[in-house]
């Protein structure tokens, strides 16, 4: 069973930049996809970015240019970099993990496909 925990979330002003992470356990990467998805009240949570075997990295239009995702193997840890952030990107953001099969290979936002997640860790981005 995975399991994760998000840290790295804080109030930061529009413009500035924050790292999140993601630590894993009871998994290693390789057999798993992983993505960030971030949710505000009263929308439906939506995807962030993945990342997928051998690399493969996928992100969300929004995402593009100012996110990146990577993962730290050696500590089973995958983070979040999110530079030029805007007040729009105020949301919880939850980590999410799901066995590399057919769906995500196809789909990575998939959040039915993702069998394990985080508590989520609170971003603010203020004016």
């Known amino acids: 069973q995975v399991q994760l925990a998000e840290s790295g979330g804080g109030s930061v002003q529009a413009g500035g930049s924050l790292t999140l992470s993601c630590a894993a356990t009871?998994?290693?990467?390789?057999?798993?996809?992983m993505a960030w998805f971030r949710q505000t009240p009263g929308k439906a949570r939506e995807a962030v970015a993945a990342?997928?075997?051998?690399?493969?990295?996928t992100y969300n239009r929004f995402a593009q240019d100012r996110f990146t995702i990577t993962k730290d193997s050696t500590k089973n840890t995958l983070f979040l970099r999110m530079t030029s952030l805007q007040p729009d990107d105020s949301a919880v953001y939850y980590c999410?993990?799901?066995?590399?099969?057919?769906?995500?290979?196809?789909?990575?936002?998939?959040?039915?496909?993702?069998?394990?997640w985080g508590q989520g860790t609170q971003v603010i981005v203020s004016e």
């Open positions: 990342l997928g075997r051998e690399g493969r990295t």
């Open positions: 009871g998994a290693t990467h390789e057999n798993y996809y």
């Open positions: 999410a993990a799901g066995p590399a099969e057919q769906r995500l290979e196809h789909f990575p936002f998939m959040a039915g496909a993702y069998d394990a």
